[in-house]
């Protein structure tokens, strides 16, 4: 085998290996496409066009209503662990900027501490009014999901999940929170001057989170779809 039919081989296994849940059987159908190629550097040229598969981060389908319940408290799990991980150093370092701010020897150092107070602020009213949102009962519900009839009543379980897909403002508010505190930092860290190439690189870390969102919103559209499908048939099924 030359090195080039190495190369390629080598490069499908990973995507295969990389790729989203959703996407194995796709990556696999290309690398069974690669190895009965006969040129060797026509099948490097697929192997590298089939790296766009890990640009398609979707979640293995839906099949049936029985398997919504597991979505849906894996999205709900998922969504407050990533929500705290995200907020909690805006919300530590709220103080710490509000009294960086008189110490600051710069305009730039003093603009950065407002841009971290400001997201802290948002990162703690935001909080408060999830807690308030989530009553005793809702709390319980997240950690004894086998008591809650929401859960166990496919149907409305299946239009909760639709719901929790649509609010996608929240991963809004937690990066820009983040953002917040992160040019706060910088701006405050270099208290004369900011660098091309931390600018740079806060640009295109702020592209990667678009792209991020872009992709999270189009998954959650792809799946919605989904339910709506399973909805559309077990009604299907009942009318006849």
Not at 80 to 95: K, Y
Request: contains cysteine; hydrophobic residues 50%.
């Amino acid at each position: 085998m030359t090195l080039v039919r190495r190369l390629a081989l080598g490069i499908s296994r990973r995507v295969v290996r990389w790729a989203s849940p959703g996407c194995k059987e796709w990556a696999e159908g290309l690398e069974r496409e690669a190895e009965v190629i006969e040129s060797d550097w026509a099948a490097l040229g697929w192997a590298i066009g089939s790296t766009r598969v890990l640009l398609d981060r979707r979640p293995v389908s839906l099949t049936s209503l029985e398997e919504v319940p597991a979505a849906t408290q894996k999205l709900v799990d998922g969504t407050m662990v990533f929500g705290t991980l995200i907020l909690f150093r805006p919300v530590i370092d709220g103080l710490w900027f509000l009294r960086w701010f008189f110490v600051a020897n710069s305009t730039l150092g003093r603009a950065g501490c407002v841009i971290g107070v400001l997201g802290s602020v948002i990162a703690v009213t935001y909080l408060l009014m999830e807690w308030r949102r989530l009553s005793l009962i809702e709390r319980r519900r997240l950690k004894e999901t086998y008591k809650d009839y929401i859960y166990n009543d496919l149907v409305a379980c299946a239009h909760f999940y639709k719901e929790q897909l649509k609010s996608c403002h929240k991963l809004w508010i937690y990066f820009s929170c983040f953002l917040c505190w992160m040019l706060g930092k910088l701006m405050y860290d270099h208290n004369t001057h900011v660098d091309m190439f931390t600018w740079v690189l806060l640009s295109m870390l702020f592209i990667v989170i678009l792209l991020a969102m872009h992709l999270w919103k189009q998954n959650n559209l792809r799946r919605i779809e989904e339910i709506d499908a399973l909805l559309a048939e077990r009604e299907h099924g009942a009318e006849l």
